[in-house]
T-cell receptor, first 113, second 111 residues
Framework: SQTIHQWPATLVQPVGSPLSLECTVEGTSNPNLYWYRQAAGRGLQLLFYSVGIGQISSEVPQNLSASRPQDRQFILSSKKLLLSDSGFYLC????????????FGPGTRLLVL | GENVEQHPSTLSVQEGDSAVIKCTYSDSASNYFPWYKQELGKRPQLIIDIRSNVGEKKDQRIAVTLNKTAKHFSLHITETQPEDSAVYFCAASSGNTPLVFGKGTRLSVIA
């Protein structure tokens, strides 16, 4: 069966520090991968999605970037964190179609101080 | 692009009553409509979905209805229980772009 992992589970970082969050999927090949951010008590904001290695689509211009170095690995990065980057970061995957069931990872809770 | 509106933003019901959450979408090409439940501090999880070739789908106490003409779909929860308390998200996709989510409904079931 398929499994999605995210780490770290929680992170406290100072303003201006770099960020790297990792997501990996097991048990499937060539998935679509997604990064969402959820501010406290708010909805799901799609940040990036990828349909294949090296292919990244950005939904929101900001100080974050994403990379997909391997088929089942998706990385979210920042060179300098802002206070507004605090939130719950969720990775998700689907099969090769956008209308296949989307499964979310356990999330990373980021607090920027 | 697609736009999904979800109402209400908060909903309180007595245990045993029914709850209804409604969503409207803008892209007439959308034909996949999932619903997710997110408990406090957890990840969203799919609870039911519907595709445009059917008008209604049921799974025990949960049902979803779809009206393609009016471009709206609804989640119905019957005989609500305290464990139904969560945030519920609707979403829509035409197949050409990722899911577009509504802003969520916080459901509280009062025992």
């Amino acid at each position: 069966s398929q499994t999605i992992h995210q780490w770290p589970a929680t992170l406290v970082q100072p303003v201006g520090s770099p960020l790297s969050l990792e997501c990996t999927v097991e048990g499937t090949s060539n998935p679509n991968l997604y990064w969402y951010r959820q501010a406290a008590g708010r909805g799901l904001q799609l940040l990036f999605y990828s349909v294949g290695i090296g292919q990244i689509s950005s939904e929101v211009p900001q100080n974050l970037s994403a990379s997909r170095p391997q088929d089942r690995q998706f990385i979210l990065s920042s060179k300098k964190l802002l206070l507004s980057d605090s939130g719950f970061y969720l990775c998700a995957w689907t099969g090769t179609g956008y209308q296949e069931t989307q499964y979310f990872g356990p999330g990373t809770r980021l607090l920027v101080l | 692009g697609e736009n999904v509106e979800q109402h209400p933003s908060t909903l309180s019901v007595q245990e045993g009553d029914s709850a209804v959450i409604k969503c409207t979408y803008s892209d007439s090409a959308s034909n996949y409509f999932p619903w997710y439940k997110q408990e406090l501090g957890k990840r969203p999880q799919l609870i039911i979905d519907i595709r445009s070739n059917v008008g209604e789908k049921k799974d025990q106490r949960i049902a979803v209805t779809l009206n393609k003409t009016a471009k709206h779909f609804s989640l119905h929860i019957t005989e609500t229980q305290p464990e139904d308390s969560a945030v519920y998200f609707c979403a829509a996709s035409s197949g050409n772009t990722p899911l577009v989510f509504g802003k969520g409904t916080r459901l509280s079931v009062i025992a």
